[in-house]
C-alpha cells in the first residue's frame, strides 16, 4: 500500500516534470522548477542540478537547494571524468563509488559535509549535458533501487530540457557576429598564452623552448586521439603552461649545470602546485589547464609527485602532457646530459607504457610519428621539432612499428611483453 | 503579487511564534515565497514557526520540497517547525516521504 502511494506520488511528480519541460518556459525557472519536483517525490532534503559547459569543461550549478551559500557554484572536469560519466551513463552512482572520479577528491570534503548521497550524470545522445546531486531523504533511509529508477527517468527530462537549451544557444553563438568576437577573444587568449610561455622558457636558458615545444607535442597527441579542435587547442594550450610555477623557482636551482641537491629539488618540485595556483583563477576556454600544470609529473604507477595520484586518478591532459614534457626532456641536451638518440627514446617510451605513461596516450604519439615517418603525413610536424636529421636516424621508422606492436599487438603471436626498466627523467 | 499573498495570508502571533499559512501556490515555483518569509520571520525573531494548512487541499512534489526547505531554513536557525490543519491524506504523504520526522502536526 505504502508502495503504491509513493509510485502514484511520484509518477505525478513525472508528469508534472514533462509539462514543464515542453512548457518552454523560462530555462532557469524551469531547472529550479525541476529539482523542486525531484526533491519533492522523494522526500530529498538537498540537491543541485548542473549544466555542463563543453566549453570550460565544467559543471555549472543552476539550482542549489539546501547545500548552503558556500557550495562550489562551478565544479571542473578532467578528461578522465567525463570519460567516465560518457561510459556510466544516465545511471545514478551511489557517492561513495563516485569518489574515484578525479573532480570529486577536489570536491571531496565539500560533498562529505553536505552529506551527499547520489551523484547522477545527465547523458543525453551520447553527451554530458549535465549533472544532478543528492543528498539524504528525509526519512534518512539509503536510496533504493526503486528511487533510483525514478530519479533516471526524472533525470532523462531534466538531461533534455538542457540538451535543448544548448542548441539554442549554439545557433545563437553561430550567428556572424558573435562568431568574430568568439574569435578576437580566442586569438587574445592565445596570444597571452605564448607570451607565458615564452617567459618560462626565458628563466630556463638551457631548455630554451621547451614550453612551446611541449605544446606542440601535446596537440599532436591530442589531434592523435581524434580529438576536436577546441580540445585539441586546450591540449596546447596546457602544454604551454605546464611549467608556469617555474616561474617563482630560483633561477640558480633551473639553471643548474650539474645534478641538483635533495633540497633544491624539494623546491623544484613545488612547481606544479604553484603552477595550478597560478593558473587556477584565471578562466580558461578550453580544457583543464590548471591541472594539466599541477599533475604533469604524476606517473601511472603512483611513484610521481606532488600527490603520487594512481592512473585513474591522473586527469587525462596531465598524462598527455606528462609524455609530451618527458619526450622532449629526452630529446633535447640538457646541462649535464645529452640529447638521447631517437630509437632509444622511443624504446623508453614503450617500456614505460603502463608504468609511468598512459599506453593508449604513447600509442597515439608514436603513430603520428610512424605517419610522418612513412610520408603519410606531410605537415612535418616532427621534424620541425626536433630537426630533420634526428628524425632520419636509421631504422626509426621500423622502430617505432616495433613499439607499436607491443604496445597493442593485433595477434598473441607477435606480443612481445615489455621489459621492465625506469622512466625517463624530466624537469 | 505572491509576496502580497503570502504577507496577507500569514499572521504573527507573537514575536517568537509565526503562522503561515501554505494556500495553494506552495505546490508552484512562487512557493519559494513562503521560504523567503519563514526565512524573513526567523531573522526577525521568531523561534516558533507554524505553517497552516487549512487553505491547502493537497501537496505536490514542488509543495514537498518547499517544506523541505522550510525544515532546512528552520533547523539551520534552531526554530521549530510545525504544520496545522492538515488533512488526512497529506498526513499520510508527509508521513510517507518523512517529513514527520521533522515537524509536529499539531
Ligand atoms: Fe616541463
Ligand atoms: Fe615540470
Known amino acids: 500500500m505504502l508502495h503504491e502511494h509513493k509510485l502514484i506520488h511520484a509518477f505525478g511528480a513525472l508528469a508534472e516534470l514533462g509539462q514543464e519541460i515542453t512548457n518552454r518556459n523560462n530555462f532557469q525557472e524551469t531547472i529550479r522548477t525541476s529539482l523542486h519536483l525531484l526533491s519533492g517525490a522523494l522526500g530529498i532534503r538537498r540537491g543541485a542540478v548542473a549544466r555542463y559547459s563543453r566549453f570550460g569543461h565544467e559543471l555549472n550549478m543552476l539550482a542549489v537547494r539546501g547545500l548552503g551559500e558556500d557550495f562550489p557554484l562551478s565544479l571542473l572536469l578532467t578528461g578522465e571524468d567525463e570519460r567516465q560519466f560518457l561510459s556510466n551513463g544516465m545511471a545514478p552512482i551511489d557517492i561513495g563509488e563516485a569518489q574515484v572520479l578525479p573532480f570529486f577528491q577536489v570536491h571531496n570534503v565539500s560533498f562529505d559535509q553536505r ?17 544532478i546531486f543528492l543528498g539524504e531523504k528525509a526519512t534518512g533511509e539509503i536510496y533504493t533501487s526503486y528511487d533510483k529508477e525514478i530519479i533516471c527517468a526524472m533525470g532523462q527530462h531534466i538531461g533534455v530540457a538542457i540538451a535543448q537549451r544548448n542548441l539554442m544557444a549554439e545557433i545563437e ?74 616561474l617563482t623557482v630560483e633561477r640558480k636551482i633551473i639553471n643548474a649545470p650539474y645534478r641538483i641537491n635533495a633540497k633544491e629539488s624539494a623546491e623544484l618540485n613545488k612547481h606544479p602546485a604553484v603552477g595550478y595556483e597560478i593558473l587556477q583563477p584565471i ?86 610519428m610512424l605517419k610522418e615517418l612513412k610520408g603519410e603525413d606531410r605537415t612535418k610536424r616532427f621534424r620541425r621539432l626536433l630537426g630533420r636529421d634526428y628524425m632520419e636516424a636509421e631504422g626509426l621508422a621500423t622502430k617505432v612499428k616495433y613499439a607499436l606492436n607491443e604496445l597493442a599487438p593485433t595477434t598473441p603471436m607477435t606480443y612481445i611483453a615489455a621489459a621492465g626498466s625506469v622512466g625517463s627523467q624530466t624537469n | 503579487m505572491i509576496t502580497d499573498t503570502a504577507t496577507a495570508v500569514s499572521a504573527q ?59 532546512d531554513i528552520a533547523e539551520k536557525n534552531g526554530a521549530k517547525v510545525a504544520f496545522s490543519d492538515v488533512n488526512e491524506t497529506t498526513v499520510e504523504l508527509f508521513d510517507m516521504l518523512g517529513l514527520t520526522k521533522h515537524v509536529n502536526i499539531v
Request: charged share 30%; aromatic share 8%; hydrophobic share 35%.
Open chain 1, 173 to 246: 553563438r553561430h550567428s556572424e557576429e558573435n562568431r568574430r568576437l568568439f574569435d578576437e577573444m580566442r586569438s587574445t587568449y592565445h596570444d597571452t598564452v605564448k607570451a607565458f610561455a615564452a617567459a618560462i622558457d626565458c628563466k630556463d636558458k638551457y631548455t630554451e623552448g621547451h614550453s612551446v615545444r611541449v605544446g606542440k607535442f601535446s596537440e599532436i597527441i591530442a589531434a592523435e586521439l581524434g580529438w576536436g579542435t577546441e580540445e585539441v587547442e586546450g591540449a596546447a594550450v596546457a602544454g604551454y603552461l605546464h611549467d608556469v610555477g617555474k
Open chain 2, 13 to 71: 502571533l507573537s514575536t517568537e511564534t509565526s503562522v503561515i499559512y501554505a494556500g495553494d501556490y506552495l505546490n508552484k515555483l512562487t512557493g519559494e515565497q513562503i521560504e523567503y518569509e519563514c526565512r524573513r520571520r526567523i531573522d526577525a525573531g521568531c523561534t516558533d514557526l507554524i505553517v497552516n494548512f487549512s487553505k491547502t487541499e493537497l501537496v505536490n512534489s514542488i509543495g514537498i520540497s518547499i517544506l523541505l526547505g522550510v525544515i
Open chain 1, 115 to 131: 552529506r551527499l548521497e547520489l551523484f547522477v550524470p545527465l547523458v543525453v545522445r551520447d553527451e554530458i549535458v549535465g549533472a
Open chain 1, 283 to 368: 578562466h580558461h576556454p578550453y580544457t583543464d589547464v590548471p591541472l594539466a600544470a599541477k599533475y604533469h609529473h604524476e606517473r601511472l604507477d603512483g611513484r610521481g609527485y606532488p600527490d603520487g595520484l594512481y592512473d585513474r586518478e591522473i586527469p587525462y591532459i596531465a598524462k598527455i602532457v606528462n609524455l609530451a614534457d618527458s619526450f622532449d626532456a629526452m630529446t633535447t641536451d640538457r646541462p649535464y646530459k645529452a640529447r638521447r638518440p631517437a630509437n632509444d627514446v622511443v624504446e623508453d617510451l614503450t617500456r614505460n607504457a603502463g608504468k609511468q605513461f598512459s599506453p593508449e596516450i604513447v600509442t597515439a604519439f608514436l603513430s603520428g
